[in-house]
């Protein structure tokens, strides 16, 4: 099925806003799978209704972040980079993942600033410090997906953490980076 297809299917007298509000409910009409492929599916007009969906910073903002990544648009980058800190972690670590995904070199620096943040954070009952580092493993892992030789030295330095968790997922990143 080509993008006109799945436009035509998805939007049968209905406008953008609406599929992007079905987002917004607990499990969408069809338990949110087909609405959520066919946005990507459609892609390019998607994007813009998403990223305003994204900076709502709702609930609904999870999807977004995951959907945006998944179109691959770099229109998405600066509103992605903004949502890495959103009061829901689940979008900040998919904002992550979709940066890693789009692979814009903007990303690098803040990027880095989320695996910086957890280097002092340890796994325990704070769950603070947990969220820091699953956003700092997300981060690594899109840092070497990005493959900017900048963050070599800030994920070399986060190896000394000692974390084993970590240190997995560093090596991982570097040795993308060196590949």
Known sequence: MGKEEVAEELFRGHPMRYWIGCLRLPSGPDGGFSVRHSLVEIGEPAVMPLIAELKRGEASAVD?????????????????????????????????????????????????????????????????GNRRIRAALCA???????????????????????????????GTALLKLQS
């Not at 179109?71 to 890693?100: C, H, M, Q, W």
């Open 64 to 128: 977004a972040a995951t959907l945006l990544g998944r179109i691959g648009d770099v229109r998405a980058v600066e509103p992605l980079i903004a949502a890495i800190n959103d009061k829901f972690y689940l979008t900040g670590n998919n904002a992550i993942e979709s940066l890693g995904i789009i692979g814009d070199r903007r990303a690098v620096k803040p990027l880095i600033r989320v695996v910086n943040r957890a280097v002092k954070c340890k796994w325990n009952k704070d769950d603070k």
């Open 140 to 170: 690594i892992e899109a840092l070497g997906e990005i493959g900017d030789e900048r963050a070599v030295q800030p994920l070399a330095s986060a190896l000394k953490r000692g974390d084993p968790v970590m240190a997995k997922h560093i």
